[in-house]
C-alpha cells in the first residue's frame, strides 16, 4: 500500500499500527473525531516506523488532544511535508527530528504551542525544525487570537529555508537575524498587525532574497535604512497604511537594480518615491490607493518599463516632463481626478493597450501611434481625439460615459477593428463619414441619444447600405436610440447576434427579412414594433426575447415556418390577459419563459409543444391557473416564482393544478 486516506470514521477511537506499513509514501486522517490521543501503538513502537512516508495530513480533528510521539525515535525518516489544520485542541508536542522534512503548515490550531518569550523559541516548532538543514520550508497561518505568541521569529535559527510565510500571525512584531542567510528566497507577510520591523541590514543579510510580499502589516512605518537585498526581483506593498516612504538604499536608483515588478497598493501616507528615482530594470510599475502621492521622480521611469498602472492617486496632477519610456505596451489609469494631461512627447510607438477611467479632468489625448486597444470610461469632459485618427492597428475600441464628445476623427475606423462598443455619450452626432472597417464583426451603440449612424445614408433610419458597409459583421447592439423608425433594405448576411434595445419610434423591421445565419435576437423596448417581415424569422434562429414589445407579440403568429430552429423563447412584461401558444408558437420549442406580466390571468395552447422541456413562469402577479389542457408530456422543469394566485394550485397532491404537472420530474415552486 503506497496511499491511504482515512475519512468520517465516526466509531474510530484508537489508530491501528500504520507506521508497519513499509511501502505507504502518503497518509491523510481526516475528521475522526472519535481520536483524542495518537499514541505510541500508531507507530508500531518500531524504531523505523513510517520508513516510506513522505505525506502527512491530519485534517478537521476536533477531540484531539495530544500526540504521544516523544519516545518513538527515527519515526519518519523519508517525511517532507507535514500538516495539521482544523484540531483546535491538539496540545502537546510533534515529532523530534524530521530530518528530511520541508514543508510544515499548521493552521487553525488554536492551542498547539508556537510560543515563547521574546527572542527565544522553546517550542515544537524548534524541536521539528531546528536542527534539520534540509528544511526548505515554513508556513504559519494563524487566525485565532493567541495561537502564535511568538514575538520575534528568529531567522538564524532556519539556516535552510527558502520561503517563509506568516499569515494572521498576530503577535509578530519582527524578525530578528544576524548572520547572513544564503537561501530565503521568498518571504510573505500577511495579517501581521503588529508588526513592526525587518531584519535592520536585510541588505546584506540576505541576498538571494528575490520575493517579497507584504500586506495589512498596520504597524509597518518604515524600511530598513540600508535598504533592500540587491537580487530583490518582486516586490507588493500592500494596505500599510502608517507607511511613509521607501529608503534611498546604496544604489545608483533607490531601488535595487534587479527588481522587475514594484506594486503598491493603499498606502495613503506615501508622498513620493526615492529621488533615485525606479530600478534601471523595472518593467511592471502597479500603484493603487495612494491618495497623497503627488509626483513621480524627475528622473521618470526606466526605459525597460512596459507595464504601468495607476489607480486612486487623487492628487497625482502630472507624469514626468521626460514622457513614458519607448518599451511601454500597457498604460492603465483609474480615479484619477485631478490628472489634467499627458506629457507632451505623447505615447511611445510601441505602446499597445490604453485604459483610462474616471478622470473628470482629462480633456484630450495625444497621439495613440499603434494602439490595438483603447478603452475609456468616465472621461466627461473629453470633447475629441486628434486629427490623425485612430492607431491602423487598433481592434478593440471602448468608449463610455463621455459626457462631452462630440465627434471622432475624419477618418477611417482601422481596418483591423474587431470589437466598436459606444456607450453613455449624449452628445456624439455621428461616427467617422467614411464608415467602419469592412472587417468590423461586433459593433455595440447604446444611450447615445443624438447620435446618427451613418449620417450620409439620411436619418431617420439605419442605412441601406448596412449590409455593404458590414460584411463582416457578426454582433449588433444598438440601445437607447430614440429617432429611428426602420431598417431599410436589410442586415449584414453574417450577422449572428441582434439586440435592439429601447426604440420608442422603430416600427418595422427590413422588408427582405433577416438573414439566415442570424441565431440569437433579443427586442426590447420598442412599443410600437409590431410587424415582422413577410419573409419571417430566419430559420437557423435558436434564441429569441421579446421583452415589452406587445404589439410584437401578436403579430407572431405565423412568422415560424415548420422547419424553425427557435429553441429558446422568452416573452416579458407583455401587456395581456391571455396568451395562447396556438398557431404562435413553433414546435421546435424546448425553454419558454413568461415573466413579469402583471396583467396575465390565462394561458392556453402549450400543450402541443411536443419538443419543451423547460417552462418557466416568472412574476405573474394575475395568473390564475395552469392551461386548463394541461402542459406537454414532454416537460422535465418546471419553475414557478411570483405568481401568488397559481402557486397554491401547484404545490401538493390534491391541489386543483397538481394532476397537469405531477408527471414532471423537476418543480420548483416559491414565492
Known sequence: MVSLMLFECESCESLPPLGLLPFLKVLEIIKLDGIVSINGDFHGNNSSSFKSLETLNFSLMSQWEKWECQDVIGAFPRLRHLSISSCPRLIRQLPEQLISLERLEIEDCRQLEVSAPRLTMKT??????????TF?????????????????????????????????????????QSLVHNHLEELTLKYCFVFESLPGSMHMLLPYLRRLYI????????????????????????????????????????????????????????????????????????????????????????????????????????????????NLQTVIIKD??????????????????LKMKKCPRLESFPDRSNLATLKIKDCPILKSFSGRGFSSNLQTLIIEGSSALESFPDKDFPSNLQTSDIKDCPRLESFVVKGFSLNLPSLIIQCCSVFELFPSEGFPSLPGSMHMQLPSLRE???????????????????LKIIIIQDFPRLKSFPDIGFQSNLQTMIIEGCPVLELFPGGGFPSNLKELKIINCSRLVGSLKGTFTDNSSLETLQIAELDAECFSGEGLLPLSLTSLAIIRCPNLEKLKGLHQLSSLQKLCLQDCLNLQRLPEEGLPKSISELSIHGCPLLIPRCQKEGDEDWEKIAHIKNVYIWQ
Open 336 to 353: 484619477c481626478p485631478r490628472l489634467e494631461s499627458f506629457p507632451d512627447r505623447g505615447f511611445p510607438s510601441n505602446l499597445k493597450t
Open 476 to 494: 449588433l447592439c444598438i440601445e437607447d436610440y430614440p429617432r429611428l423608425e426602420s431598417f431599410l433594405e436589410g442586415l449584414p448576411s453574417n
Open 215 to 326: 500586506r495589512d502589516c498596520p504597524e509597518l512605518k518604515t524600511f530598513p535604512n540600508g535598504g533592500f537585498p540587491s537580487n530583490l526581483e518582486e516586490m507588493t506593498i500592500k494596505y500599510c497604511p502608517k507607511l511613509e516612504s521607501f529608503p534611498d538604499g546604496d544604489s545608483d536608483n533607490g531601488f535595487p537594480s534587479n527588481l522587475e515588478t514594484l506594486k503598491i497598493r493603499d498606502i495613503p501616507r506615501l508622498k513620493s518615491f526615492p529621488i533615485r528615482g525606479f530600478p534601471s530594470n523595472l518593467q511592471t510599475l502597479t500603484i493603487e490607493g495612494c491618495s497623497v502621492l503627488d509626483s513621480f521622480p524627475d528622473e521618470g521611469f526606466p526605459s525597460t518599463l512596459q507595464t504601468l498602472k495607476i489607480v486612486g492617486c487623487s492628487v497625482l496632477e502630472s507624469f514626468p516632463d521626460k514622457g513614458f519610456p519607448s
Open 136 to 176: 526548505e520550508n515554513l508556513e504559519i497561518d494563524s487566525p485565532n487570537d493567541d495561537c502564535v505568541s511568538l514575538q520575534s521569529f528568529p531567522l538564524d535559527l532556519f539556516p535552510a529555508i527558502r520561503t517563509l510565510d506568516f499569515t494572521w500571525f498576530e503577535n509578530l512584531q519582527m524578525i530578528s
Open 124 to 133: 515544537p516548532l524548534l524541536e521539528i525544525v531546528g536542527s534539520s538543514n
